[in-house]
């Protein structure tokens, strides 16, 4: 045993623990570390070592229309969905933390099982249901759709949020005679902002990323920019494919530090709620 308490073989586990968190990191980044310097190669090919760094596959990103068009899709269908499954979810979290009713685990399940069934049996299902009611090759079934597949995020990190949330806050505001509406909005809405806030977060990237059911639903004037990814592989293979991919790793970066930001802040107000 050493000075700080640990035996060798203590030592040992958590030398080895860190190695294997080391490596399936690098296995799991690995494709990243691939990909983003291959989007600034000079060359036309997808090969190492690069040739000579450029620019060029970026300024065919940015006045392409093949896919500025494309991202713009994804930002409409993306932003239009996250406010959807936001108001959905967030309410649907609500209901079932105040109601106490039989069945409300299979309800949960209900709620969140397009996070756990395989996207393809979700794509299939929802162009079968659409496809009678002339919402497919349109922005109102991919945006639906991608509401459906991202109202789960939220429900499950605000579900979250109101674990730790005091009921007695509520009964409080009660007694002082304020209305239910005026509850949510002055009580309860800012407690759990920052998981509906992280909720939307996830809520939008699950849509941004998405593909399968884009590839099913969107027509030709709906194609979101992992879709546009998808047929430039099948048809054309370009290093300008690395740069699209380039712009979404990005995107996902922003998303994870604006998520763990709000996680720092739900944390900083419960300690001072606490407190």
Same mark, same amino acid.
């Given at each position: ?10 030592? /040992?586990?958590?030398?080895?623990? #860190? =190695? %294997?968190? &080391?490596?399936? !990191?690098?296995? +799991?980044? @690995? ?43 994804? /930002?409409?269908?993306?932003?239009? #969905? =996250? %406010?959807? &499954?936001?108001? !959905?979810?967030? +309410?649907? @979290? ?50 639906l759709a991608h509401t459906t597949l991202a109202v789960p995020f939220v429900v499950v990190t605000v579900l979250a949020t109101l674990a730790g949330f005091d009921r007695t806050l509520l009964r409080a505001a009660a007694s002082l ?50 879709r546009q990814m998808f047929a430039g592989i099948n048809d054309n293979i370009s290093l300008t494919i690395t740069a699209a991919a380039t712009m979404l790793i990005t995107i996902s970066l922003v998303l994870m530090v604006a998520v ?16």
């Amino acid at each position: 045993m050493d000075g700080s308490g640990e035996t060798i073989g203590q030592r /040992l586990a958590n030398v080895g623990l #860190a =190695t %294997l968190a &080391a490596l399936v !990191l690098t296995f +799991l980044v @690995a494709p990243i570390l691939i990909i983003v310097p291959l989007s600034f190669s000079s060359g036309s090919f997808f090969y190492y070592p690069l040739p000579g760094f450029s620019m060029r596959w970026y300024q065919d990103f940015f006045s392409s229309t093949f896919w500025l068009p494309s991202v713009w899709n994804s /930002l409409i269908v993306g932003t239009a #969905a =996250t %406010l959807l &499954a936001t108001l !959905l979810g967030t +309410l649907a @979290a609500l209901g079932m933390w105040r109601a106490r009713f039989p069945g409300q685990g299979l309800i949960l399940a209900v709620a969140i099982s397009p996070m756990v069934v395989p996207v393809i049996i979700v794509a299939v299902g929802v162009y079968f249901a659409f496809a009678p009611l002339g919402l497919t090759d349109g922005y109102a079934g991919l945006i639906l759709a991608h509401t459906t597949l991202a109202v789960p995020f939220v429900v499950v990190t605000v579900l979250a949020t109101l674990a730790g949330f005091d009921r007695t806050l509520l009964r409080a505001a009660a007694s002082l005679g304020a209305r239910p509406l005026t509850t949510f909005r002055r009580v309860t809405l800012p407690l759990i902002l920052p998981g509906v806030a992280s909720g939307a977060v996830f809520a939008f990237a699950a849509s941004f990323d998405e593909v399968v059911v884009a590839l099913l639903i969107a027509g030709p004037g709906q194609r979101t920019l992992p879709r546009q990814m998808f047929a430039g592989i099948n048809d054309n293979i370009s290093l300008t494919i690395t740069a699209a991919a380039t712009m979404l790793i990005t995107i996902s970066l922003v998303l994870m530090v604006a998520v763990d930001a709000l996680r720092r802040r739900s944390e900083r107000l419960r300690r001072m709620r606490d407190s």
